[in-house]
Nanobody, 123 residues
Framework: QVQLVESGGGMVQPGGSVRLSCAGSGRSVSNGAVGWFRQAPGEEPEFLAG???????YYADSVKGRFTISRETADDTVALEMNSLKPEDTAVYYC?????????????????WGQGTQVTVSS
């Protein structure tokens, strides 16, 4: 059974940083593209960033320059570094994996999903 597990969420003050990590169980995250999404209450899932099988990053315009996605080959994880966080970044953050080479920007582009981790930006 394939599982993805996110870690690193929590509460942070505005302007702070959080690093999320996504690990695979039953399937290596290096097998294909990986994406990060978030979902705030009452809203649709929002694509944030994706990384291709080869490690090429892709970003949504809304987070470009603040968020960085990377493959961490040493421990076979995919990280999302988030800086200059704002209260509107508060959401549940999900990682998703696909057998595709290039990450899609839609939830339907991904076959495997984690359970999500809460990030709350508040003073």
């Amino acid at each position: 059974q394939v599982q993805l597990v996110e870690s690193g969420g929590g509460m942070v003050q505005p302007g702070g940083s959080v690093r999320l990590s996504c690990a695979g169980s039953g399937r290596s995250v290096s097998n294909g593209a990986v994406g990060w999404f978030r979902q705030a209450p009452g809203e649709e899932p929002e694509f944030l960033a994706g990384v291709s099988r080869a490690g090429v990053p892709y970003y949504a315009d809304s987070v470009k320059g603040r968020f960085t996605i990377s493959r961490e080959t040493a421990d076979d994880t995919v990280a999302l570094e988030m800086n200059s966080l704002k209260p509107e970044d508060t959401a549940v953050y999900y990682c998703a994996a696909s057998d595709r080479v290039i990450p899609g920007r839609r939830p339907v582009d991904y076959e495997y999903w984690g359970q999500g981790t809460q990030v709350t930006v508040s003073s």
